[in-house]
Structure formats: structure tokens, C-alpha cells
């Protein structure tokens, strides 16, 4: 089946971004022009209103006039022209805000060529660099490996050997050790179950069952020579006959006289093995072609265009780096500087005349200035008023006090009720309470711990019964008889094989 082409996303998206670029730039032209005739409209209306209602003459433009102008013009017409010298303050300024020629990339055609010169330039001779670090005095105090080595082997301790004790070349590896005394061997003893002691204790009289002995019955010598009285004797079995199956083959095979249909449905005839006359020339050997060889046929695959592609790149990129290290290699002097140097023009600008200003903080100060002055006027004028001194006016007694007798009732004395009496009546009231609950508690307790050791009891009681062995009875049944199977034979059937043929 034919697949239809698909447009790679990338290429697609590209189609697409064309397309939308392209719509916008015909939606903005005819914006644009569509704006240029509603202008040409406006102007055409306003000019026939200004023909037909105002007087005033068109604005017409003018030149601006700039300070800097004028400025430049004067600074131009009292200094010379500006020196190639650069001052460090414009190379910083540009430094930090233009790029460098040398950042600039320049088209791959374009090649360095060196400035012609007569100069023959000498070998740069490398001097070594004099650090002021070198002066300083700083002894090192770091010591070697060698020097800490030796350091080492002179604070080790010497080695002195102690004296050899003869003792331990006579002795038999235990010097020195606690000999442990060796443990009796184990002695069997015989086990002291409690069963044998209750049975020791209570012995029962269990009449002893007569042991069941095992005799075999005598071989009838009959069944070995002939039939066995009891067993039917067996029918003669008819022999299995062979069927051919019924293969698709043989509905192909013409050549023969009777068809596979009419050998699978004799079933009871006999089948007749004839072999074919052996041929008396030589067999059929069948000649084949020689096989072809195999011709490998050149593959073309990707990889090798984008690895030649790769390789390609590669060495445009090593090409490329390869100039740039000529070209860094080779010596720029800096042009000398022989004019004067540069003065830019300073122009008169007029003095700063400073303003004094008007914060909401001098304000609030003044106020509260004029807010404590107040207050401490007023404390030293009330301090004045309290200090000066005015005696009260004398007023004569004509009549003394006298104490009048009290109107309140006698107190009556009575009996102190204390709320700890209240409280310790109720403690004992509580107290009575909680005997009885702890009483009743122990009686239940005691009840259930009674039924659980009579609960215990008959458990046990139940476990030895249960634990009593009671042999059981031997099983007397009829002796075994061999027994013909009532399964019917097995008849054997023709398999069903079925050719599938390939479809049409």
C-alpha cells in the first residue's frame, strides 16, 4: 500500500512561521495605506475648511536650535583640533561601553595580511620576574620527609631484649596459664517420669488380650496348571487389523484401480504389500545449475555523509584556529605618541547658588521648642505661687466635740462551724464507701479464682483420660478376589487428517 508523503515538523514549521510573516506584512501594508487615504482625506477637509473659514497662515517648521550647537562651535573655534591621544578616563569609558575591534567577527574570505615594513623586528629575550615576596624573610620551618625520618628513629626507644627463660622451651605450652581441671565424663541415668510413679502407687489389674498371630492359608496347586474355580474363563481376543489412513493423497492418485474411499470401507480385507519392478538402468540422478555467486553491491549509508560533513567541519576549524595563532602571533606596536597632550575646554558655567530648605523636620522642631518653652514658663510660675506663703484665717471655739454613745446591739457569742468538720465527715462517709466496693471486689475475685482452679481440675481430669491409651480392634473383613474388569475394549478409529489448502 502506497504511503502518502509527510512533511518533516521542522520543514513544516518553518512553511508555517513564512506563512505567518507573510500574512502580516500584507496585513500591515494595507494597514498602512489604508492610514495614508483617511490622512489625505483629512488633509483635503481640512484644507477646503481653512480656504473657506480661517484667515491664518500654515504653521510652517523650523530649524531647532540647540545649546550644544553653539557650544561645540565656540569650543571648535577656540581650541585646535583634537591630538590621537586618549586620555585613561575615555578608554575606560569605552572599555565599558563599546566593543573592541578584536571582538569583531570578520567574513571567513578575508585574510590577515601583515602592514609592510623595512623593520626587522628582534627576539623578544625573556627576563625572569622579580617578586617582592622574594625579599621578605620568611624561614621555612617545614622539615623534609629525610629530616623527619631521622627525627623520628632518634626520639624511637632502643630495644632491649629480655633474658631467656629456660622454663618455657621444658614446659609443655602452659606456662604461665591456670591449668583448668579436665570434667567427669557423663554418666547415663535413668528417667523418673511422674506416670511411673502414679503407676507404682496405683496399680491396675487389666487381663491381658490374646495377641492376634497372622497364619497363611496353604497354595491350591490347581490354579498354577489350569483355570481357577470361581473366575470365568476369558474370551479369545480377535487380532487388531491396520487401517490406512485416509490421507488426501490418495484422492490425487488416479493411477490405481480402487479408490481410498473403498480401502477404508472393507475394513475386513487384507492388504497386499506389491513392490515395484526395480529399474534396470542406472537411477535418476537429477543435475543441478551451479549456484550464483554473490555479489555484494555497494551500500551508501548516512553516517558517512555526516561524518564527512563532521571531518570537513573539523578541518575548516582547525584551519580557522591555525590563523588566528598566526595572526596573534605576529607583533602591533601601538602608534607613539608625539603631539601634545590633550586639554579638553572647560566652560565657564555659573555658580551654584545654594537655597535654604524647607524640611517638615524644622518645622516640627520649632514647634515643640515653642512647646517646652511654654510648659516651663508655666512650671515656674505655679513653682512661685506654691512658695509664697498665706496663713489661713483663725476661727474661734465656742463648742467642744463630744463623743456620743454607740446605737449597735450587743454580740451574741455562738458556736464556730469549720468547713474542715464538713469535709472530714464527708472524707469518712467516702472512706465507708470505698471498703465495701474493695470488699465486693475480693469476694468476686476469690469466686473466679475458685471456679478457675475447678475449671483447671476438670480440664486435667479430661487431658488424663484422654491421654489413657485404648487400642483398637483388629478389622476382620473377607479375604481379597482377583475380579475381571467390566471395561469395554478399546476400538481403534481411522484419525481424520484434514490438508488445508493455501488460499486462492
Do not use: W
Amino acid at each position: 500500500m502506497a504511503s502518502s508523503p509527510v512533511t518533516p515538523t521542522s520543514a513544516y514549521n518553518r512553511i508555517r512561521a513564512r506563512f505567518i510573516e507573510d500574512t502580516e506584512v500584507q496585513m500591515l501594508s494595507s494597514s498602512q495605506h489604508q492610514a495614508q487615504q483617511k490622512r489625505r482625506k483629512v488633509d483635503d477637509s481640512n484644507l477646503c475648511m481653512s480656504n473657506s473659514y480661517t484667515t491664518k497662515s500654515l504653521t510652517e517648521p523650523e530649524e531647532f536650535h540647540f545649546y550644544t550647537d553653539s557650544r561645540s562651535r565656540s569650543d571648535s573655534t577656540a581650541h585646535p583640533p583634537r591630538s590621537p591621544f586618549v586620555s585613561m578616563s575615555e578608554r575606560v569609558r569605552d572599555f565599558q561601553s563599546k566593543t573592541p575591534k578584536r571582538f569583531r567577527t570578520k567574513p571567513r574570505n578575508t585574510r590577515y595580511v601583515a602592514p609592510e615594513t623595512n623593520e626587522q623586528h628582534e627576539l623578544t629575550v625573556p627576563k625572569p620576574v622579580s617578586f617582592h615576596t622574594e625579599a621578605r624573610s620568611r624561614p621555612n620551618t617545614t622539615l623534609t620527609t629525610e629530616e623527619r625520618e631521622l627525627l623520628e628513629m632518634q626520639q624511637m626507644p632502643k630495644f632491649v631484649a629480655q633474658p631467656v627463660n629456660y622454663k618455657v622451651l621444658h614446659s609443655s605450652g602452659d606456662l604461665g596459664l591456670s591449668r583448668m581441671p579436665k570434667p567427669p565424663l557423663t554418666e547415663q541415668a535413668e528417667f523418673h517420669l511422674q506416670t511411673d510413679e502414679r503407676a507404682r502407687r496405683h496399680p491396675r489389674h487389666v487381663e491381658a488380650e490374646a495377641m492376634f498371630q497372622f497364619h497363611a492359608r496353604e497354595l491350591d496347586q490347581s490354579i498354577l496348571h489350569g483355570p481357577v474355580r470361581g473366575v470365568p474363563p476369558l474370551p479369545d481376543k480377535t487380532l487388531t487389523i491396520p487401517e490406512s489412513p485416509a490421507l488426501a493423497t490418495k484422492s490425487r492418485a488416479k493411477f490405481h484401480g480402487t479408490s481410498s474411499t473403498s480401502s477404508i470401507d472393507s475394513a475386513n480385507e487384507t492388504f497386499v504389500f506389491k513392490a515395484q519392478p526395480a529399474p534396470l538402468s542406472k537411477p535418476f540422478v537429477p543435475s543441478l545449475p551451479p549456484p550464483a555467486l554473490t555479489i555484494p553491491a555497494p551500500f551508501h549509508l548516512a553516517t558517512e555523509d555526516r561524518g564527512f560533513h563532521a571531518q570537513l567541519k573539523q578541518e575548516e576549524r582547525i584551519l580557522v584556529e591555525e590563523e588566528n595563532m598566526i595572526r596573534s602571533r605576529v607583533f602591533r606596536a601601538q602608534p607613539m605618541l608625539v603631539s601634545a597632550p590633550y586639554e579638553p575646554g572647560i566652560s565657564p558655567a555659573p555658580p551654584t547658588i545654594p537655597e535654604p530648605f524647607e524640611l517638615h523636620s524644622d518645622a516640627r522642631g520649632r514647634f515643640h521648642e515653642e512647646f517646652m518653652r511654654q510648659k516651663i514658663e508655666t512650671e515656674q510660675a505655679e513653682a512661685h505661687r506654691m512658695a509664697e506663703f498665706k496663713a489661713k484665717p483663725f476661727v474661734p471655739v465656742t463648742e467642744f466635740f463630744e463623743p456620743g454613745k454607740s446605737t449597735k446591739p450587743l454580740t451574741v457569742l455562738s458556736d464556730v462551724v469549720l468547713n474542715s468538720d464538713a469535709r472530714s465527715a464527708r472524707r469518712a462517709e467516702f472512706d465507708q464507701q470505698r471498703l465495701e466496693k474493695e470488699k465486693q471486689v475480693e469476694v468476686i475475685r476469690q469466686q473466679r479464682e475458685a471456679a478457675g482452679k475447678t475449671e483447671e481440675q476438670i480440664a486435667i481430669k479430661e487431658m488424663r483420660r484422654k491421654m489413657v491409651h485404648k487400642a483398637l480392634p483388629v478389622m476382620q473383613s473377607k479375604p481379597f478376589q482377583v475380579s475381571m474388569s467390566q471395561a469395554k475394549l478399546t476400538q481403534p478409529k481411522t484419525p481424520r487428517i484434514v490438508k488445508l489448502l493455501p488460499d486462492p
